[in-house]
Nanobody, 127 residues
C-alpha cells in the first residue's frame, strides 16, 4: 500500500498562489491514479482535480478549471497542485488520494474510488 503526506498549505491573500505537494512512500506513485479533494468546515469532502497514472489525462472541477493545475512527477513519487488566483471560497483542508481503480466514466469524482488518503493540508484564503 502507499502512504501519502501533503504539504504546502498556508494562509494567502485572495489572488495569490500556493503549490501543494503530496509525497508518496511505500509503493511507487505510477501505480496509482491520483486526485485532490477538499473539505471546508461543516461540509462534505469534494472533488477538486484528478490525474491518471501517466499524467496524460487530467480532470478539473468547474470552479477551479483554469486556475488550478494538477501534475505529477513519478520519478520523485510526488503529486502537485498549483493553485493560482485563489479565492476565499477555496479555503478548505486539501487532501490527496490514490486509487488503483482504472478511471471509468466519472468515477474519479467519487471519494469511494480512492483507497488511500493523506492527512490533509490547510489552505486559507483571506479576502
Amino acid at each position: 500500500q502507499v502512504q501519502l503526506v501533503e504539504s504546502g498549505g498556508g494562509l494567502v491573500q485572495a489572488g495569490g498562489s500556493l503549490r501543494l505537494s503530496c509525497a508518496a512512500s511505500g509503493r511507487i506513485l505510477s501505480s496509482y491514479n491520483m486526485g485532490w479533494f477538499r473539505q471546508a468546515p461543516g461540509k462534505e469532502r469534494k472533488f477538486v482535480t484528478a490525474i491518471n497514472w501517466s499524467g496524460s489525462s487530467t480532470y478539473y472541477e468547474d470552479s477551479v478549471n483554469g486556475r488550478f493545475t494538477i501534475s505529477r512527477d513519478n520519478a520523485k513519487n510526488t503529486l502537485y497542485l498549483q493553485m493560482n488566483s485563489l479565492k476565499p471560497e477555496d479555503t478548505a483542508l486539501y487532501y490527496c488520494a490514490a486509487s488503483l481503480l482504472p478511471i471509468d466514466g466519472n468515477n474519479f469524482l467519487r471519494t469511494y474510488t480512492y483507497q488511500y488518503w493523506g492527512q490533509g493540508t490547510q489552505v486559507t484564503v483571506s479576502s
